[in-house]
């Protein structure tokens, strides 16, 4: 490939970007919460919920996150296969139709996929952060009169936060990677269009282009999480 179609292969790749980028902040977006709101129920002293939702890490983070894709993207339109037609206007049936019929419906398939599988990781990392913290701490706080939720978001988070960042960091530049998975479903992201290049092209230069897209974006990520773990350095 000569320097002009490297140059055209960028420009197509740099108008998909925004789709990969989409989806990594919806679902960093989404997944951080969930995955807090997982770890509560994990420590729940309702037993039923904390195996429902080791079940629920457990296949999360034991099957493949592009299968855990195209089963998700697959489900609604398999139930609504089901249901006759009469049926499909109402009730729960009715909203997954208008699910089903929506233009981003792919997009919302993968965000869902996204969301569910990476909570699964950030709930067992926010676990570890919240169980390294002595339990002395939050004696000592009772002792002084403050609250449970005084004492957890004025001295146990920040100190978690601290400790999971680089976890945190690792799952993140994951994500960045994990993007690409889109393509399974033939979602319009810079892995999926890099493919279609390269085919156009006969040459592997437009796969290198893409990784170059990925690289930077990790980097970027890098840098941010660099930042912000200097500024908890306080916290030793």
């Known amino acids: 490939m000569g320097f002009e179609e490297i140059k055209n292969v960028t420009v197509i790749l740099l108008e998909y970007l925004p789709n990969t980028l989409s989806l990594f902040f919806w679902t960093l977006l989404l997944s951080i919460p969930v995955g807090m709101f997982v770890t509560w129920l994990k420590k729940c002293r309702f037993k039923p919920v904390v195996w429902l939702t080791n079940l629920y890490i457990l296949i999360m983070r034991g099957t493949p996150l592009m299968l855990q894709i195209i089963a998700i993207y697959y489900a609604v339109p398999l139930m609504l296969a089901s ?29 869902v996929a996204f969301v569910l599988n990476y909570a699964a990781y950030f709930a067992e990392i926010f676990r570890g952060g ?10 000592a706080a009772s002792m002084l009169g403050m609250t449970k939720a005084q004492t957890f978001f004025r001295i146990i988070l920040p100190q978690v936060t ?8 690792n799952e993140v530049i994951v994500l960045v990677k994990d993007t690409s998975l889109a393509n399974v479903i033939a979602f319009a992201e810079i892995t999926m ?8 092209y006969s040459s592997i230069m ?27 350095n306080y916290y030793k």
Do not use: C, H, W
């Open 130 to 139: 919240i169980e390294a913290i002595p339990k002395g701490q939050y004696e």
């Open 162 to 169: 601290k400790r999971v960042i680089p976890a945190t960091s």
């Open 83 to 111: 249901v006759p037609d009469a049926e499909k206007t109402d009730g729960f049936y009715g909203m997954l139709q208008s699910v089903m019929d929506n233009e981003n419906y792919m997009f919302i398939a993968l965000v």
């Open 193 to 200: 269009k890099a493919k279609q290049q390269m085919n156009f």
């Open 206 to 232: 437009p796969l290198f282009i893409a990784g170059v897209f990925y690289f930077v974006l990790n980097a970027v990520v890098t840098v941010i999480f660099s930042v912000i773990e200097k500024k908890f």
